[in-house]
């Protein structure tokens, strides 16, 4: 077992609990608030940046794997695909944000909907964006040539977080847009 | 593998200007220095939160007096709760464990050394945030300054309206702060256990300590990852106008009890496995003789982290929550003292028939297997609700649980100082000095905290600044606080002790207790790089394979 697999599996684990609390509270709060807007009346379901996340699980594999085997112009391909697709989720993410702030008048303090919502949907979008950050010191190496086919072992744990990230979305997605809805 | 011949250079390099040397400190990422720092880190605290201690016992002393005003009580109880918790039982905790956990595992480092400097630094600047506070927190004309919220602090008195001006932020902030230290840590020590082994040391082999601080770690990381998850949504309600635990708009105060108790009772498993690991690290090497049940103790290690886990709510039970719940609870309350007491009477199978040597570290762990008895017992008396109901908030609990954390885990982990501080310092402890220790603080223990219990089963609620003088309480209080003067007068000895042997205690060799794991085969204090030659080991006692090559362990697992 190599320390840094390790590793990222154990901050995964503390990940997930943290989440996981987050989870509940939504879950716990879910129809309790006192005044409205509830999520039935604003939430839009956005597939389109869910695609968007989802398929950079895809690209970040396939990259990690062209790095593995040394085709670093196939690698830095893959590598900047996934950025692009979860800079357009965060985008998506802020589209929505202004539109439900701007238009429909729900922020933090409306009410616990809003204090959720955010909460929950906020904590992922750090995450993503901590992670894009990662992805693009990675590219930003690789540009000035300090990326070689020995590092791929740090892409794959990298890519894990990526991945974890992903699979998170995955049960926001499904306690926001669906299940609580 | 020879014994000595494991170190190459000797340590006596000559000594470098204190700036050199303080630098050297503060930017190091050896794991031992990390260790030492968490260490006397938690020994600065130890003092503080005393001090608190000790104060806020002058003041109960007798009825209606006016040591400190209601206001100042409230900060003190606040402050040495989480003073104790968070900055010196985990550090020191934690300390030991940096320190230990590559040697005993034949390792050069731990897996991540940056990371570890990260976390000690994180938790060091935690610490330094929450008495901070003191000058910091002043935010308001009128607003307290220290946090005076309680350890748990229960919403809603967290909410803006009840805690004014900034002290619960830093006390927020503190925790969270060093929360991400813990989980740091606890992160390094898992990837070091299960990644840099020695050739041989398979999972059956480790040291039971190393066994008990990877159990330790994993519930770190399950334990304070939802407290820092709770933190972040108060800091959400406190500073963006948030509800969650506002009941005004249909948020729960209840629901921060459940999130703040699902970190707050793994919380004592984080702090009492460690004191377990010293317990089965030093009972045999004073027994002479190997541990009693391995495996038995592995497998309740392991059933102890996983039943931690699901019994928070017996905090709650004066709460008022549904029937099933309470009986959920009760059950699983009752249930970990059955792997509690398999270990217990594993120390006491090992030490049955054994040649016991009564050295300051041994008087320890003896104390506390007597002490922690005890503890367990109260334990299992609170697990059952409707008893809980009577005694809920009263000084029964506050006796139970320094039942656990002085008279289990500081009596082990000043048996554990006992025992490694030679192979840290490459002196002995004073014994004469650990005997004074030792007696003084048994004697202040049991004065403070057997007779704490009194006053709680008379009524006596926890947390009031004072009381009439016609409850009956009085002269129960007066006999907890004499005990607090036997407690400060041992500690002195012992800092005393720390100070005289560090400068001219007698050379203590690399194996002064004759024992079997791996971190004496090095020299005292150990290399750099802790091993030459990284070792190979055949048994759980690769010490005694090397001194016994007649009669070898591994015949025998």
């Known amino acids: 077992m190599r320390p840094g697999r390790v590793g990222m599996w154990c901050l995964i684990a503390a990940e997930t609990a943290v989440f996981t609390i987050f989870v509940v509270a939504y879950l716990f709060y879910a129809g309790q608030s006192v005044g409205g807007p509830m999520p039935a009346d604003v939430l839009h379901t956005p597939i389109f940046a869910t695609v968007c996340l989802l398929s950079s699980s895809v690209t970040i594999h396939l990259a990690v794997q062209w790095w593995r085997r040394g085709a670093m112009s196939a690698f830095a391909g893959w590598w900047l695909a996934t950025i692009v697709l979860g800079a357009m989720f965060l985008a998506g993410t802020a589209i929505e944000w202004r539109g439900l702030i701007h238009d429909k008048g729900l922020t933090i303090q409306t009410n616990l909907f809003g204090t959720t919502y955010y909460a929950l949907v906020g904590l992922h979008a750090f995450h993503v964006t901590v992670g894009l950050a990662c992805l693009s010191l990675v590219s930003t190496l690789a540009f000035l040539g300090h990326v070689k086919p020995e590092h791929a072992e740090r892409g794959d744990v990298l890519s894990l977080y990526w991945h974890f990230v992903d699979g998170v979305w995955v049960v926001v997605f499904m306690v926001v847009y669906v299940i609580a809805r | ?557």
């Open chain 2, 1 to 557: 593998m020879a014994t000595e011949a494991l170190t190459w250079t000797n340590g006596n390099v000559s000594a470098r200007p204190l700036v050199d040397r303080l630098h050297g400190w503060v930017t190091t990422v050896d794991h031992k220095r990390l260790g030492i720092m968490y260490a006397a880190y938690a020994l600065l605290f130890l003092l503080v939160g005393g001090i608190e201690a000790a104060v806020m016992r002058i003041q109960l002393v007798a009825a209606n007096l006016t040591f400190v005003s209601p206001q100042v009580f409230n900060r003190l109880f606040t402050m040495h709760g989480t003073t104790m918790i968070f900055f010196v039982t985990m550090p020191l905790l934690f300390g030991f464990a940096n320190y230990l956990v590559p040697l005993m595992i034949g390792a050069r480092d731990m897996a991540f050394p940056r990371l570890n400097a990260v976390s000690f630094w994180l938790t060091a600047f935690g610490g330094l945030l929450l008495y901070f506070s003191v000058v910091g927190a002043n935010g308001l004309y009128g607003a307290g300054n220290a946090p005076d919220v309680g350890w748990f602090a229960y919403a809603p008195l967290t909410s803006p309206t009840f805690s004014r001006g900034h002290s619960t932020d830093y006390w927020t902030l503190a925790l969270l702060v060093s929360g991400f230290g813990s989980v740091g840590t606890a992160i390094n020590l898992i990837a070091t256990i299960l990644c840099l082994r020695c050739r041989g040391m398979t999972l059956g082999r480790m040291p039971l300590f190393v066994w008990l601080i990877l159990v330790m770690a994993g519930l770190v990381i399950l334990a304070i990852s939802p407290l820092t998850a709770a933190q972040i949504m108060l800091l959400v309600d406190r500073y963006l106008g948030g509800h969650f635990f506002d009941t005004q708009a249909g948020g729960s105060a209840t629901i921060w009890m459940h999130f703040f108790w699902i970190f707050g009772h793994p919380e004592v498993y984080v702090l009492v496995l460690p004191a377990f690991g010293f317990a089965s690290e030093i009972i045999p090497v004073f027994s002479r003789k190997a541990i009693f049940g391995y495996p038995a103790m592995v497998a309740a290690t392991v059933c102890i982290g996983f039943i931690g886990m699901s019994v928070w709510a017996h905090h709650m039970f004066t709460v008022g929550m549904s029937s099933n719940a309470n009986v959920f609870f009760v059950l699983s309350t009752m249930a970990i003292a059955v792997p509690t007491g398999i270990k217990i009477f594993n120390w006491l199978a090992t030490m049955w028939g054994g040649t016991i040597e009564l050295a300051t570290p041994m008087l320890f762990c003896v104390a506390f297997l007597f002490q922690f008895l005890v503890a367990g017992l109260t334990g299992v008396m609170m697990s059952a609700a409707p008893f809980d109901w009577q005694l809920g908030n009263s000084y029964f609990v506050v006796a139970h649980f320094h039942y656990v954390i002085v008279g289990g885990i500081l009596f082990t982990t000043f048996g554990a100082v006992y025992y490694w501080f030679p192979k840290v310092s490459g002196r002995m402890l004073g014994e004469t000095l650990g005997r004074v220790h030792f007696w003084l603080f048994v004697i202040g223990f049991h004065l403070t905290f057997d007779f704490m219990h009194i006053p709680g089963l008379l009524g006596m609620p926890r947390r009031i600044y004072t009381y009439e003088a016609d409850r009956g309480w009085r002269v129960w209080n007066l006999i907890v606080t004499i005990g607090v003067v036997f407690q400060a007068a041992a500690v002195l000895v012992f800092l005393f002790n720390l100070y005289r042997s560090y400068r001219s205690g007698p050379p203590a060799g690399s194996d002064p207790w004759d024992a079997w794991t791996l971190e004496w085969t090095t020299s005292s204090p150990p290399p750099d790089y802790n091993y030459a030659v990284l070792p190979v080991v055949k048994s759980r006692r690769p010490l005694w394979d090397i001194k016994h090559p007649e009669d070898p362990d591994w015949r025998y697992e």
